[in-house]
Structures are given as C-alpha cells and as structure tokens.
C-alpha cells in the first residue's frame, strides 16, 4: 500500500445519505469522514477506470495517524461481556441468550470512586479524545486497557471534534422582484472545514505521482494529494500487533476503525429476497459460536453505486462501464467493539468462494469498509 494524506483547499461538501431536493427537504446534511465510495470516486477522477484497493479513510494530525475512539467505553472505563465479569455483583441476572450479553464496567470500588471524582471536576478536567493518536492505539492493542490520561485531548489540536461544521444558505430570487422563490427558492447546507495540521489518511493499492489534486466530494472542491510513508509505517506497525493477537487462541476484541458493512441475501418466500444489513457480521453466531457481545452505536446509512461492465456493440470498444445508484445500506459506526471467545475473521476478507467463483462482498473490503484491529483480552 502507499500512503498519503489529503488535505482540503476548501471546505468540504460530504452530504449524508438522506434523498435531498430544495421541494422536499431543504436543508442537506454532511458526513464526515466521507466514506469509501466517495474517495473511491474522487481518486477515479485522477487513475481512471482501473481496480485499486483502499485502505481507510483515516484521519492524521501533522504526520500522526489517528483513529476513531472505541466505544466500549463508560468515560475511561473499559466494559466487558457480563459473562467475562466473574465478580460482577449482577453476574446471575438474566437475558436473553440469543441476543448480545449485557455490558458491564470493569472495575472495583475504588476505580469507580477515583471515576466519579475526575468526572466531578470538569471544569478543570479536558475533553475526551474522540481520535486516539497511533501512540495511543498501539498501547490499546499491546494491553488491552487505556487510562483515563490516554482520553485527554492535547490542547490545540482539536483532538475531541478536529472538524468544524459551517451552516451557508442558498436563495433563488424571482426575477425583476426582491422576493425568494416559491419554488426550489432556498436550501441550506451543512459544510466539513478541518482544523490546521489536519488531513484525511488513506493508504492505495496503486502509486500516485504527486502533489496532486483531486475533486472531493459535492461541488467540486479539491483536496491536495500528499505521499506520507510515516503514516503507512505506523499503520503496518499496528495491522502487526492486531495480526499477532489475532493467533491467539483465547478471548479477543474486534476493533473496528471504518465503517462495517455486513450484508447478507435472504430469501423469505421464493418469490422474494431481500440484502439485509446487521450491525455485526452474520457469519458470526451468538448461540454454538464465538461471538458473545458488541458495543456500538446509531448506524451509518450509505449511498452507493454499482459499477458493472457491459458489451457495447455500436461501440469499437469492446464494454463499457456502466455505473447506476445501489440499494442504500446501513454500515456499523467505525469504534465499534466486538467481543468473541477466540478471533474469527471476516467471509468478506475472502476474495474467492470455495466453489473458485468471485466473492462479491468483498467488494466493500476493497473499498475500505470493515477494516478491524483486534485485540487480546487480558482480563481485570
């Protein structure tokens, strides 16, 4: 993989997945990180119609890598399936077994009063990290605990919300008059502008020449393409660690650090089938399986594309690509957690199927979806 940074000239247009016309809905949301598709689709503009794959998109203050907070947090203390905490003083109560286990907080009295008093004070205490620096990721994944020190953001570097949100409105004045339109007159938009030293992080299969630009995003707003090899050593030095404690045989935690698109076909009668999305992958099973629990949050709706190659006879060209609006799906949050007995890996990671045809979900892992760190679980 190479590895670079994109940094914006301008603002960005990132709008969510929500449908949007000045008629119906006046006012366009953002999203941000924008997600696969879309750096898919502004790095097409620069290579052209060939296959690459990606990795992220992260993001990167200065030459540090950053990730997304994990979830399975209450403040900075870590929890755990009940069925993992043995000395928890509701260890008997009950559930139900065909659903994801009950969390609880890993901690003993005294964790929890030296808790309670850092949280009183906030005033003079500073805000949580909603990004960890690679330093502070690859502690979580050498440990498996963070402190409540690894939380605080540095001043200055906007490491709690390194993004600010801009609010600009759009009128359509009727002609020869000082009024709106009725019609499609006005609309707002919400706009991504990143704090100084920030910048997006991917990592690419292909090489590019740069500096370069690329339009990302709505209105046609360019980034600036930068190599970044320091980024690509940080993140190899933790796909190591997560690939070593992936071979561990015991408890482990699935980190997820880009949005996770699980989806599945099911056929409810025979003459209706349906893709379903789960915040989990489907091939992992909560009863005779290794998957015990998950900490997550609201789901990430997506709007893609299908990209498929057809003939094109009045054409000398042999096909043509042709690239339609796809289903919208619902991804998992990036910092989500997933806790399991022993590591399972993804039906997705699998390029091929057993019967040697093409496995086509993996499609979102060559788009950068699912990507996941995992952890071993060392316990209290």
């Not at 540095?154 to 490491?159: K, P």
């Not at 996770?260 to 915040?279: D, I, M, S, T, W």
Request: hydrophobic letters at 30%; a negative charge; glycine letters at 8%.
């Amino acid at each position: 993989m190479h590895w670079y940074k994109l940094t914006p000239l301008d603002i960005l247009m990132l709008r969510d997945a929500k449908p949007f016309s000045p008629q119906e809905r006046a006012w366009a949301g953002s999203v941000f990180p924008p997600n696969g598709h879309t750096i898919a689709g502004a790095l097409r503009g620069l290579l052209g119609d060939i296959k690459f794959d990606i990795t992220g998109p992260f993001l990167s203050y200065e030459n540090t890598l950053y990730l997304p907070r994990p979830l399975g947090f209450a403040g900075s203390i870590d929890l755990v399936p009940l069925v993992w905490a043995k000395e928890s003083y509701i260890n008997n109560a009950l559930w139900d077994k065909t659903q994801p286990c009950p969390l609880v907080k890993s901690y003993n009295s005294k964790d929890e009063e030296e808790e309670e008093n850092y949280n009183s004070g906030k005033e003079q205490s500073p805000e949580f990290r909603q990004y960890l620096p690679y330093d502070i990721v690859k502690k979580y994944l050498n440990n498996g605990k963070l402190d409540k020190l690894d939380w605080q953001a540095i001043e200055g570097r906007h490491e709690d919300k390194p993004y600010t949100i801009e609010t600009r409105s759009h009128n359509s004045i009727e002609p020869g008059t000082k009024q709106v339109k009725d019609a499609d007159g006005y609309f707002v938009e919400n706009a991504i502008r990143l704090y100084q030293g920030w910048s997006l992080t991917i990592g690419i299969s292909k090489e590019i020449e740069t500096p370069a630009t690329i339009r990302l995003g709505g209105e046609g707003h360019r980034v600036i393409v930068e190599s970044c090899p320091e980024l690509g050593e940080q993140w190899q030095e933790l796909q190591q660690l997560s690939d070593d404690n992936f071979q561990h045989d015991g408890k482990a935690i699935a980190y997820l650090v880009t949005p996770g698109v699980f989806e599945r076909p099911h056929k409810y009668n025979p003459e209706q089938r349906a893709n379903l999305c789960r915040p989990y992958p489907w091939e992992w099973k909560i009863k005779d399986g290794n998957f015990v629990s998950m900490s997550t949050d609201k789901a990430v709706p997506i709007s893609c594309r299908i990209r498929e190659k057809e003939d094109n006879t009045k054409s000398t060209t042999k096909s043509i690509t042709k690239s339609i609006p796809a289903p919208q799906v619902f991804a998992a949050p990036p910092g989500s957690l997933y806790y399991l007995n022993k590591p399972q890996g993804l039906f997705q990671n699998n390029e091929l199927l057993a019967n040697g045809e093409k496995n086509r979900v993996n499609n979102w892992r060559q788009l950068g979806y699912s990507e996941m760190l995992w952890i071993k679980y060392q316990g209290n």
